[in-house]
Every structure is written in structure tokens, then in C-alpha cells.
């Protein structure tokens, strides 16, 4: 089985799959707009096509009649219809005044849209780009942007709403169907694949999220710019409220295990850093991480420093105090959003990818990094 | 009566062809006699000329975004860059097509050619306003394509606030660009409203007016009010550029949904501004080419300036996902569909007309028939988005292009053409191959609805608009679609060629070959540099009672019954004679 939302080509549903409580109300009108259009659709396709070759006539040939207006007939056309329009404008205002109308008691997820990801607040210092929610339980989401409008659409909810910066938008939705998780062999054989190929997880490969369930999308549906078409997550509705607990918990805070700069790399690949500051050295709308730590900055405002770790933590939690010249301060603050734990394990991958951390600092950094992936990334770059 | 039979013993009214010296286009010659005329003839050729240099660049760009959305990873821009490319040919596509073709191109191109004439005057109201718009609508042409390209902006034709101010400044530039193009649509469309209000000839009254000066007017009366409000919110960036006021940036306290109002409190009635010359033209096409009397006149006529008016307080159903308040979503909701009623009058009103017409296949009223087909889809679908719950869903997905793209593709862009091949033979004189006309007509319908009716299926099932790349499962609905396009490129094409080969090998046009009843069609073709001698007499201009073909110059002329002097002879003046 496979989520409608994905569904392979060829399939032509009119329609993802019906997955929140919206969705039967918006198929239904949705129908029923449809066949009152088809109503009065056919018989003018009709009549356009019927007239044309009926009334067709040789040059000069008079016309039938010389009827100018017959105003009942005129009152009845511009009439009639109307009934229809009030018929779709009320039932359209209700169902939509049930999408305004947050029930009590919903459960609520923090969301903030930047470019060009989504980071979902769980509570508790829980971040995650991927929303998890429980089935048949109203979620609420307070979305807020921290640089230009986006907008929330998942299609299998039939659901949107803007995020505009400068103020909270809220949307909810309750959500009907649960999306399964696949068996540990299939998840184990994309894992190994995903490994084998070197890449990042492809979710429209596979289908299932790296830990396994199946998703419906979730899209942003405001232009937003270069990235706005990957600015794509999943939605995962979890059956039991255990399983969801669960999966929170693990993605709660970096494990005892977790090497710290795998950490780091995990952080810098979920939390939206990646869209605007490469590793390799490219320039996108931030600088290269591969020019920061150990590195000379030099400033809009003209005055330089060597990067380090205080420099990052300042540039993450105050990103417009220090803005490195050419380059506009368009950075979001991470205040409150990365834990310090957090911020050090970034510290730590940057201290890696950076071209100039081996050179400045001495040996240590090199020894703190276990990844080996981004070390010679590190070193071809100096080369 | 038999069909093409001229009642015998009666006078034809016939003005013949024009003499060289005579003929608009040829009466003066060398560059500067163009560029410096005051003859709206004239004019209106050179921005035919314009509308459809931009409404080419604009349509290759077409073909690029669909060709490269041909895979769903783009096939077209490949490296890092890529999303950017196709961002900005969609932004360059967007406006090029709206401020640049679909406004002017009714209004100006084929507006300025023939409202004088179908009023019978020799020129608008100002002259040299009319050519200083042209002047006017260049300049800011070049202005506007520069600032877009020069900054590479990747905004939309929509501009959105904050992404617009946040990169640069060039929002600043290209809506500078946009006010200049405004303010040559404000003057032009000043200049209508003088000319239909005080030069309509004696014994044309408002309602003996054809429609297409009513659509023209009610087009004249937006563009007047409703193109200042661009220039508010012009200033207003600015003044948040420069002092950070706080208007829209959220930065300084502002509200971005702020610019959503101003803007589209210009630009929905700029939807209006669009359609209605379109309305005008499929009004007159569908009566001549019928043979019939206009079903229903003043229900058209005033149909047009309700959507004029209404058209001002609609604008917020482009917000209904933006966060406004309920009441006011609902409020605009309401609105919204009350502006659905004039438009499905006025398709009412077309079939109506051509029921028990005498109804000639030309080319021009093939592409009225396929304008009334895919209005109509367009203008149903509007009611999928005007319902508020079923908005939530498709809002800013393909369903939303598909319908938008209906409407003016398949709706001004059709009835431009229509129009075009309607008064091609009236503005250069040729007549152009028949075959060859239709063939085209067949061929854009088709192209047309296999590029955007797949695009209402991706909208339904989900796939959001404005992306430069998109998840497989969307695959082969996109691919029908731009097979479409290039079948829509093959059927414009064919167009161009029929028409441009027509100026070459086209046989000369008689002055009525349609059959039309109002006074265009009462001058030669090309009419003359002075349109007409003195004011002529204005009849109904949709009685097409007098109208005979005349097969054996193949041409239609007026007919009217052989009129004696009365009284034929001098009386004898009886009291006169040998009394004194």
C-alpha cells in the first residue's frame, strides 16, 4: 500500500488521499461545485457547438430571427444562478469557519518557517523539520516566520495558512488516518542503500522517513524564493500516543553515545543552516563554513576578527550583531531554539569543515572530530 | 430572399477602395512620419507592434518554464544556480505577459485604432496625450524589462513583501517600471472617456454605442481609478526603504499582508482591465459574424460596469489563506461570487445571439467560439475558489494557474486574436487566407486545453504553483502539459504567418467584408488618413437589416431603397402666371 499523496504516476485520483477531518467536507463541496458547473457547462458547450453548425449559412443569407432582448428570459438567467452561488458561498463559509475554529484541549506544535525549511517546537527544547502527530487528535500549530511569508499546505488535509513574520498564524487539523511504518528489513536495505550511495535521504525514493513511517507531504505554498520548491517536509501520524512519545524522546537531546560532531553534522543538516552556509566552500546566502572557524572574518562595519567559538555562539543566538561583510543580515536568531549542548556540538562540526582548523588551533580540534567524511572534505578544501 | 441577392433598384452604399494618398498607412512616408504622428490609426498600429514583440519574448519564456518542467528535477537549468534561473524566467514571464500584453493589448493596440473610428470622428480627444502614452508606455517598457533583468528579480510579478524589500532594492525599480506603464494606461484610458463622452456623433446615444466602446469605456473608467493606488503603494515602499516607517516590513512593526491589499487593490480590478475589452470584442464578433442583432444589449452594456464596479471589492479573495479575520474573509467570499453574475449573463447573452443567426465560420468567429468554451471553464473554476473551503485547498496550487490561465489566455488572449483577424483587413487592408486562419484557431484550442486542463488535476491532487522542481508522482500530468504548449506555440505561429503573409499575397480587402453594421465599416480599407469625410449617419449598429452580400465583388455593402427627391420637379408655381 502506499500513501495516495505519493502515489505513483498513473494513478488518477482526483484527490490525495482523504487523511484529516477536512477532507471529506472539502471533497464533497468540492464535488458539488463540480457537477453544478458541469450542470451549465454542458448544455453551453452544447448550444456553442449546435448553433454554430446549425445556423450556418451561406454568405448573405438573412438571419432566423431578429429577436433583440426578451427580458424575463434575461431576468431568469441572471437570476437562476444565484440560488447556486448562495448554495456554494454558504456551505464554503461554513466548513471554513470549522477550519478557523481551534477545538479546546488541541494539541499544540510550535512551527517556524524560514528559508527554506520548517522547524516544529515539541516542547521541552524539542525540535525537529518533521511534524509527528497523534491520529484522531486535534493538533494546533502556532506558526510563526522568521524572515519572509511561507505558507503550510498539506494536500491529504486538504489544510493551509500563511506564515507571516511579525505575527502567530494558527491553523489545526485532526488527522483520520495513521501512515504506517514499514518492516525494520525494507528500512534496514534504505538505510545501507542511503550509506552505499553516500547521499542524503531521499524521500521521494523511498517513501518512508528515515525512521521508517510513511508521511503525507507537507509543501509551502508562498513563493519564498530560490529553495521554495524544496522547501518540502513530511507530516507522520503516528497510532498510538506511545509511538509518538517515543519518537520525541528519541530525537529529544544528542544520545550519551552521540559522537558530538556527528551530532553537530545532524543539527546542521536538520536545522536550516545548511540552506544558506556550505561546506564546500560555495557562496550561498551566508559564508562558507569552511571559512569560519579559525578563520579571519572582516565585518560590514569594517572591524575583523579571528572566528572562534564565541564569535559562533554569538552569530547563532545574535546573528546581526556581527555581519560579515558581503553578505546581507538576514540570518534568523536561534535563540532559545538550540540548547547549549546544541551549540557546542555545532562548534564542534564546524571546527571540522573548516579549511584553517587544523592550522590555527593546533591539533586538538582534529582529534575531537571523529568524522572522517568531513575531515578530508576539510583537507581537499586546503589542498 | 435568396441568399446574396441585392434588391434591384436599389442605391449601394459602397466607399470603394483608398487611393494612396488617401490611406493611413501610405499617405505619409519615412520613419519620423510614424514616430512623430498624431493619427490614433497610426498609433495604434505601433503598439500592436509593441504588445506583440513583449507577448513573444513573454511566450518563449512560457516554453522554458514548461520545458523545464518537464522532469521533475527541471530540465532546462541545471548546476547550483538552476532554482534561480527558473525563478526569474517565471517572474520575467509573469509581468511581460500582464503589464506589458494582456493590459495594453485590447485597450491600446486595437482600442486606439478603432474607437474614433467607430465613433466617426477623425481622431481621440488629445491627439498628442495618445502619442505621448505610446512614448510613455516604451519607456517604461524598457524601464521595467531593464530593472528586472538588470537585478535578476525573482519576486513574482506579484512583488510580495517582505521577500521583495528583504534581497534589494530593485522591488523599487520595477514598480517604478509598473507606475510608468500605469500612467500610460491612466492616459490613455483619460483620453477614451473624453472621446466616447463628447464625440460621439449626432444620434449616437449611449445605448446606440457598440459594445465594444461600453467595454472599452467601463475599461477607460478602472484604469483611471484604480492605477493611482499603485502609485500609494510605490511611495510608500519607497518611504519604508528610506525612513523605515514600518508599513510592511515586519521589521520596523510593519504587516506584509499590508502590500497583499494595496497591491491587489490595484491589481484585481487590473484582472478587469483585462477581460472586459475582451467581453467588448466577442460581443461584436459573435453579432457580425451571426448576422444578428446583439441578444440583449443593455444587460451586456450594463453587465460591464458592474464588473467595473464590483470589480474594486473583490480584491481580498487573493488573502483568503493570509490570515484576515473571518467576517472578512467571508465578507469577500460574498463578493466575489456576486461578480460571477455579469460575466454568465454576458455568455447567456453570446449563445443567444447566435441562436437562429446566419452564422458564417470565418476565422474571427471561430476564435469567438473558442473563447466562449474556455471562458467558460475559466470562469466556472472561479467558483471552486471563491467557495472558502474548498480555497483552503487549492489556493496557490496549479488550480489557481490552470483558472487564471484560462481566463486570460484562453479568454483575452483569444479574443485578441479574434479581434485581430476581425479588423486585420480593416487596418491593413488584406485579406488573409481563410484556411489558414482557422487552422490556427483549431490548433491553439487544442494546444491551449491540453497544456491547462492537466494543470487543474495537479492543482486538485496538491502539486503548489511556483515551483521549480516537484515530486514524481506529478510527472506525467506535467509532461502532458508542456507536450501542449508546444502544440499552443505551433497554432500562434500558423497565426502569424497567415496574417504577416496576408500583407504580402493577401488579396485587397473591400471595405465591409464581414458584414458589419457600425461605422468602421462604412470607411475604405485602410480607412483614410481623416477616417471620414463629415460625420456619418449613425444608425443602429447591430441592425444588419440593410446589409446584402454582394456576391459578385465578393464584399457585403449597405443597401438602401433608390430614394426620389420629393418632389421630383419644381411645381409650377400656379399663382405665378400672368397675375401680374
Known amino acids: 500500500m502506499f500513501v495516495l499523496g505519493d502515489a505513483p504516476a498513473g494513478d488518477y485520483a482526483w484527490f490525495p488521499e482523504n487523511a484529516s477531518t477536512f477532507a471529506a467536507d472539502n471533497d464533497w463541496l468540492f464535488g458539488m461545485i463540480s457537477i453544478v458547473c458541469i450542470i451549465f457547462f454542458i448544455p453551453i458547450a452544447f448550444a456553442l457547438f449546435y448553433f454554430a453548425l446549425k445556423y450556418q449559412k451561406p454568405k448573405g443569407a438573412p438571419a432566423e430571427s431578429d429577436t433583440s432582448h426578451n427580458t424575463p428570459l434575461e431576468l431568469a438567467w441572471s437570476i437562476g444562478p444565484s440560488f447556486f452561488l448562495v448554495g456554494m458561498f454558504v456551505f464554503g463559509a461554513k466548513a471554513y469557519l470549522d477550519h478557523r475554529t481551534v477545538p479546546d484541549g488541541a494539541n499544540e506544535v510550535g512551527l517556524q518557517g524560514f528559508k527554506w525549511g520548517w522547524t516544529f517546537n515539541y516542547g521541552g527544547g524539542v525540535y525537529n523539520p518533521e511534524l509527528h502527530i497523534l491520529i484522531d487528535e486535534p493538533t494546533k500549530l502556532s506558526m510563526r516566520s522568521s524572515d519572509v511569508i511561507h505558507s503550510v499546505f498539506v494536500p491529504a488535509f486538504r489544510a493551509k495558512k500563511d506564515v507571516v513574520p511579525g505575527r502567530y498564524n494558527y491553523m489545526w487539523f485532526k488527522p483520520t488516518v495513521a501512515t504506517e511504518k514499514v518492516s525494520d528489513a525494507e528500512l534496514q536495505a534504505a538505510i545501507e542503500a542511503t550509506k552505499a550511495a553516500g547521499g542524503e535521504w531521499d524521500h521521494d525514493r523511498w517513501q518512508f522517513t528515515k525512521d521508517g513511517y510513511r508521511f503525507f507531504d507537507l509543501y509551502c505554498t508562498e513563493y519564498c524564493g530560490k529553495n521554495h520548491s524544496k522547501m518540502q517536509t513530511v507530516v507522520v501520524v503516528h497510532e498510538t500516543l506511545e509511538d509518538l512519545n517515543a519518537w520525541i524522546e528519541k530525537y529529544s537531546k544528542r544520545q550519551e553515545e552521540t559522537n558530538p560532531v556527528e551530532y553537530g553534522e545532524t543539527l546542521y543538516n536538520q536545522r536550516g543552516c545548511k540552506g544558506c552556509h556550505s561546506i564546500d566552500g560555495s557562496k550561498r546566502v551566508g559564508p562558507s563554513f569552511q571559512e569560519s572557524f579559525g578563520n579571519n572574518r572582516v565585518f560590514a562595519s569594517g572591524e575583523a576578527i579571528v572566528a572562534d567559538e564565541n564569535y559562533i555562539r554569538e552569530s547563532i543566538l545574535y546573528p546581526k550583531a556581527k555581519v560579515v561583510a558581503g553578505y546581507q543580515p538576514v540570518m534568523p536568531s536561534y535563540k532559545g531554539q538550540l540548547s547549549d549542548d546544541d551549540i557546542y556540538c555545532l562548534i564542534e562540526y564546524l571546527k571540522t569543515v573548516s579549511a584553517h582548523s587544523g592550522k590555527t588551533e593546533g591539533g586538538e580540534n582534529i582529534e575531537a572530530s571523529s568524522s572522517e567524511d568531513a575531515l578530508s572534505d576539510a583537507e581537499t578544501a586546503t589542498e | ?580
Open chain 2, 1 to 580: 430572399m435568396s441568399a446574396g441577392s441585392i434588391p434591384s433598384g436599389d442605391q449601394i452604399k459602397d466607399p470603394g477602395y483608398p487611393t494612396a494618398s488617401e490611406n493611413y498607412l501610405t499617405n505619409s512616408k519615412g520613419a519620423l512620419s510614424w514616430l512623430f504622428t498624431l493619427d490614433h490609426k497610426r498609433i495604434g498600429v505601433m503598439y500592436l507592434i509593441g504588445v506583440m514583440t513583449a507577448f513573444f519574448a513573454a511566450g518563449l519564456l512560457a516554453l522554458l518554464i514548461r520545458l523545464h518542467l518537464f522532469r521533475p528535477d527541471g530540465a532546462v537549468f541545471t548546476g547550483p544556480e538552476a532554482n534561480n534561473w527558473y525563478n526569474q524566467v517565471f517572474t520575467l514571464h509573469g509581468a511581460i505577459m500582464v503589464f506589458l500584453f494582456i493590459i495594453p493589448s485590447i485597450p491600446a493596440a486595437l482600442g486606439n485604432f478603432l474607437v474614433p473610428v467607430m465613433l466617426g470622428a477623425k481622431d481621440v480627444a488629445f491627439p498628442r496625450l495618445n502619442l505621448s502614452s505610446f512614448y510613455l508606455w516604451v519607456f517604461g517598457a524598457i524601464f521595467f524589462v531593464g530593472a528586472l533583468m538588470a537585478s535578476g528579480l525573482d519576486t513574482g510579478w506579484t512583488f510580495y513583501t517582505p521577500y521583495s524589500t528583504t534581497t534589494d532594492t530593485s522591488v523599487i525599480l520595477a514598480t517604478s517600471g509598473a507606475f510608468i506603464l500605469g500612467f500610460s494606461s491612466i492616459f490613455t484610458g483619460l483620453n477614451f472617456i473624453v472621446t466616447i463622452n463628447t464625440m460621439r456623433p449626432p444620434g449616437m446615444t449611449w445605448f446606440r454605442m457598440p459594445l465594444f466602446l461600453w467595454a472599452t469605456y467601463a475599461t477607460s473608467i478602472i484604469q483611471v481609478l484604480a492605477t493611482p493606488v499603485l502609485g500609494i503603494t510605490l511611495l510608500l515602499l519607497i518611504a519604508e526603504r528610506v525612513m523605515h516607517i514600518g508599513i510592511f516590513d515586519p521589521e520596523f512593526n510593519g504587516d506584509p499582508v499590508t502590500f497583499q491589499h494595496f497591491f491587489w487593490f490595484y491589481s484585481h480590478p487590473a484582472v478587469y482591465i483585462m477581460i472586459l475589452p475582451a467581453f467588448g470584442v466577442i460581443s461584436d464578433l459573435i453579432s457580425v459574424h451571426s448576422h444578428k442583432r446583439i441578444f440583449g444589449y443593455r444587460f451586456i452594456a450594463y453587465s460591464s460596469i458592474a464588473i467595473a464596479l464590483l470589480g474594486f471589492l473583490v480584491w481580498g479573495h487573493h488573502m483568503f489563506t493570509a490570515g484576515m479575520g473571518p467576517m472578512t474573509t467571508i465578507i469577500f467570499s460574498a463578493l466575489t461570487f456576486t461578480v460571477s453574475v455579469p460575466s454568465a449573463i454576458k455568455v447567456f447573452n453570446w449563445l443567444a445571439t447566435m441562436y437562429k443567426g446566419s452564422i458564417s465560420l470565418t476565422t474571427p468567429m471561430c476564435f469567438a467560439i473558442a473563447f466562449i468554451f474556455l471562458f467558460t471553464i475559466g470562469g466556472l473554476t472561479g467558483l471552486h475558489l471563491g467557495t472558502l473551503a474548498t480555497d483552503m485547498h487549492l489556493h496557490d496550487t496549479y488550480f489557481v494557474v490552470a483558472h487564471f490561465h484560462y481566463v486570460m489566455v484562453g479568454g483575452t488572449l483569444v479574443s485578441f486574436l479574434g479581434a485581430l483577424f476581425h479588423w486585420w483587413p480593416k487596418m491593413f487592408g488584406k485579406m488573409y487566407s481563410e484556411t489558414g486562419g482557422r487552422l490556427a484557431a483549431v490548433i491553439i484550442f487544442l494546444g491551449f486545453n491540453l497544456t491547462f486542463l492537466p494543470q487543474f488535476v495537479l492543482g486538485s491532487r496538491g502539486m503548489p504553483r511556483r515551483y521549480a522542481t516537484y515530486d514524481p508522482e506529478f510527472q506525467t500530468l506535467h509532461q502532458i502539459s508542456t507536450i501542449g504548449t508546444l502544440l499552443l506555440g505551433v497554432g500562434l505561429l500558423v497565426a502569424l504567418f497567415v496574417l504577416l503573409r496576408s500583407l504580402v499575397k493577401g488579396e485587397r480587402a473591400p471595405a465591409n467584408p464581414w458584414g458589419g453594421a457600425t461605422l468602421e465599416w462604412q470607411c475604405t480599407s485602410p480607412p483614410p488618413f481623416y477616417n471620414f469625410e463629415r460625420p456619418p449617419a449613425v444608425g443602429d449598429p447591430y441592425d444588419f437589416s440593410d446589409i446584402f452580400w454582394d456576391t459578385e465583388n465578393e464584399r457585403y455593402v449597405t443597401v438602401e431603397p433608390d430614394r426620389k427627391i420629393a418632389p421630383a420637379e419644381q411645381p409650377e408655381p400656379a399663382h405665378a402666371e400672368g397675375t401680374h
